[in-house]
Every structure is written in C-alpha cells, then in structure tokens.
C-alpha cells in the first residue's frame, strides 16, 4: 500500500475556503519557509499515494501536520523534506501519509445503517456465513459496531467474519488493540458494555477493551483503496465505505467504485456517508435506502 499509485496527474485545484498563501513564503514567524510551491508538491503527492484531494484552503492543517514529520527526519524546510521524500522508497512515505489522513469516527455513527445492517443479517436463513468489509476502520470504533450489530442479530456462535482495512497505520493498530477511554463509549447502553466490553482497573481505571469475541471476528489489515492490489480472494456480503469518497475527486470515486463492485457479491450491500451520493454510478449500484446501496 505504501508505493506509487500508476496515476502521476496532480487533483484539481479547487477555490481556496479557509486561507490562500501568497505566491512567497508564508506566514512570518513560522518555524519553517512554507510557500505555495511546497504545497502545490504535496498536493501532488498525497493525490498520487492516497488519492486524497487537498483544496486550497488546506494550508494551514497541511503546514502544522506536517511540521512534525519535519523534526521527526531532521529536515530544516518542507522543499528539502519533500526532495528527499520524492527521493526515497521507505518507511516514511506511510507517515506521510498518516500525517495527512483525516480519522473520525464513533460508535455507530449513523444509526440508521446499523438497524439495516441488522435486518439485512436476519433476512438469510441461520447458519448463513457473512463476510463483510469496513474500509475505513480508522481507530475500530465502526468495525467493532459493526461486529456487535453482527452478534445481536445472528447470535455469538454465527459464522461472520469482518475484515477491517485503513490506510493509516497508526489507527489500524489503535483498532486492533481495542482499547478505549470510556467518554468514547459513553453513547453504549450499559447492557452492551457489559457483554462486550472490559473494564480496566487500578492503573486501566477509565478505559474499557472490546472483549475477545469481539476481537477474533476482525481482521486488521492496511489497503489502499486507489490502488488495483486488494488483497481479497472471496467476495463480501456487506461493503462498509463511510465518508471516505468525500476525499477523491469524480474520476477517483469512480475507478473505487468500480473495484468494490468486482469484489462484493452480486445482490450485496454498500453503506456510504451521509454526505456522500453516487446516482451517477446507477449501472454499478441501486439506491435503496438513505446511503444505502445494493449492487448491480
């Protein structure tokens, strides 16, 4: 996931909404020279590796994020980190990446797709296995969502497998580990902490961890939902794809639509972001439901 997409075309530029940096450097006082040109490069850069497309009024969130990659590799300017990020096929392209990436996320987020997600379940007969994808698992209050509504529905012995995927590292190993303070799950009702979760103590005191069940029906792993390498070998029943197409241009959602198409199950479900609408990808999916789509 970490290599070069095929595709080298900068994302379009488009009005600048929050700030627009003048054509020298920025912003006097910074600790470093940040100009239009470095963040035209990065632009550039993380459309190629992410397809993430950075409007213009992305300055400011761009300069402090990345400031810390800065100190982190010893670089003295953004024009000599970015040189020497262009440069070089190592480790530190992921935290590029996981620098400029955007993580929000709680537990069921969008009710309303978990109790469609629950019916969907119980609509098959029992003992149906389901193998269902969250690709935007971030730091796993969604897959672990997901997973709970799964248990409920089917039963704790039901053949389900959730696989949970992101592009960001460091928040797919937060979600594998499962642990959380408990304002995060403060929206939970007590009967489903109870069965789901554990409380920690003495020096764990306000943080709870998803119980084992929960755990082993996940697998963790990194993909990069621009590039053609998925690593999938069956279909999947369910496609979570939440509020993640808000951040590719038109030609990008398409080319991500297309692949979830090849890999989901003919009659399959897709729940996308309330913010998010694909009527015009009406020969792959149909609308049935809001933010709800089946395959074609």
């Not at 470095?38 to 969130?61: C, E, T, W």
């Not at 621009?226 to 080319?255: G, H, K, L, S």
Request: proline letters at 5%.
């Amino acid at each position: 996931m970490r290599q070069t997409v095929s595709s080298t075309a900068p994302p379009p530029r488009a009005p600048a909404r929050e700030e627009a940096a003048p054509s020298g450097p920025l912003a006097q006082g910074r600790e470093f020279v940040w100009t239009n040109a470095d963040f035209a490069r990065v632009q550039a850069l993380i459309y190629q590796r992410a397809g993430i497309s950075l409007h213009d009024g992305k300055h400011a969130m761009v300069y402090s994020r990345l400031s810390r990659r800065l100190r982190e590799t010893g670089h003295s300017s953004f024009h000599d980190y970015l040189g020497w990020l262009e440069n070089h096929d190592g480790p530190e392209w992921q935290e590029f990446v996981n620098a400029l990436t955007t993580n929000l996320t709680a537990f069921f987020r969008e009710q309303h797709h978990f109790e469609i997600f629950a019916s969907h379940l119980r609509s098959k007969p029992a003992g149906t296995p389901w193998h269902v994808w969250c690709n935007a698992a971030s730091t796993g209050e969604e897959p672990y969502s997901i997973v709970i509504t799964a248990l409920e529905a089917l039963g704790a012995n039901a053949p389900f497998k959730l696989t949970a995927s992101d592009i960001d590292s460091r928040v797919l190993a937060t979600a594998a580990e499962g642990v959380y303070r408990l304002d995060s799950v403060k929206g939970l009702s007590q009967e489903r902490l109870q069965r789901f979760f554990l409380r920690g103590k003495a020096s764990n005191a306000g943080l709870v961890r998803a119980k084992p069940e929960l755990r082993r029906a996940i697998e963790f792993l990194s993909v990069n939902l621009i590039r053609d390498d998925w690593p999938f070998r069956e279909p999947f029943d369910v496609v979570f794809c939440r509020n993640v197409m808000i951040y590719f241009d038109a030609p990008t959602q398409r080319r991500v639509l297309e692949r979830i198409h090849r890999v989901l199950k003919p009659g399959g479900m897709l729940f996308v972001g309330h913010a998010e609408n694909f009527s015009e990808s009406r020969d792959l999916f149909t609308l049935r439901g809001k933010t709800v789509y089946e395959r074609r």
